[in-house]
Structure formats: structure tokens, C-alpha cells
């Protein structure tokens, strides 16, 4: 199955907008010399077939360091007004966040966080356990708090 991380404008990658339209992402794609549209993703399958998926908006990263067989390729793919990657390393994750930077976007994972420069996510205090709101009584053993 795997897990999906964005390039979105939206405030949830799931939402309707603002998107990122299909020839935006290949007028990108064909300004950066490391990413070749193809318009297809292929790899080898475990019974020796090859898995094709074709759609106008698939790219792959050819300056990806683990990149150089098409099995550890790092694929782009537009789907839905959002650039998605299955399952990015920290490598993928930094270059995402080059790519959204000059899409005027984020990058956000399927929860619904963010990932900064450094492909790290992001953590907001709303993501954080709330704190309490009174302090414990120092005079009063914490089993007599129920």
C-alpha cells in the first residue's frame, strides 16, 4: 500500500482548491534539469512482468541517489491538483519541498502534517497532547485526583 505525501496549495490536500494545474507542474518539470517527464512509471513485478501505470503527469526524479535503476525510481505524479509521492525517503521529502517552494506550496502528508527544508515533519503544537489545565495540588496525593 504505502504512504502518500503532497505538494498541495490547499489548506488539506484533499480539498478542492486551490489546485495546482496539470501544465503548471510540467512548465516546472521542464524548467529543472533533474526531473524528466515521462508520462509513465514502470517497475519490475514479482513474477517477472513489468507494472505500467501511464498518465500525462508522471515525472521521475533522475537526480534521486538511490534513483539509477528504475526499481528505486522516485516518481511524481499529479493526481487530483496535487503532486503525490508514495512512500518518499528524507532525500525525496527535501526535494519536494524545493519543488513546492516555487509552486507556492506545501508539502503535507496524508494525516494532514507538514514537512519543512530538511524533509522533517513539521511538529505544530495543535499536534501536541494539550496541556493541562490546572496544575496538579502539590498538598494532595495524585491517587485522591478521581
Known amino acids: 500500500m504505502g504512504y502518500d505525501l503532497h505538494i498541495t ?8 482548491s486551490p489546485s495546482i ?7 516546472y518539470v521542464a524548467s ?44 511524481f505524479w499529479w493526481s487530483g491538483g496535487n503532486i503525490v509521492v508514495k512512500n518518499p525517503d528524507q532525500e ?14 506545501k508539502v503535507q502528508g496524508e494525516e494532514g502534517e507538514y514537512y519543512n527544508h530538511d524533509g522533517e515533519m513539521i511538529v505544530m503544537k495543535a499536534m501536541l497532547a494539550p496541556e ?12 485522591k485526583f478521581w
Request: with cysteine.
Open 9 to 16: 496549495r490547499k489548506a488539506n490536500w484533499f480539498d478542492a
Open 32 to 75: 529543472d534539469p533533474e526531473i524528466q517527464h515521462d508520462g509513465f512509471a514502470e517497475t519490475p513485478a514479482a513474477d517477472g512482468d513489468v507494472l505500467r501505470v501511464e498518465q500525462a503527469g508522471i515525472c521521475v526524479w533522475k537526480g534521486y541517489s538511490r534513483g539509477k535503476n528504475r526499481e528505486n525510481a522516485a516518481w
Open 21 to 27: 494545474a496539470l501544465d503548471e507542474w510540467l512548465e
Open 132 to 143: 493541562p489545565s490546572m496544575p496538579p495540588d502539590p498538598k494532595r496525593p495524585w491517587w
Open 92 to 105: 525525496i521529502r527535501r526535494k519536494m519541498w524545493l519543488i513546492a517552494q516555487s509552486l507556492e506550496a
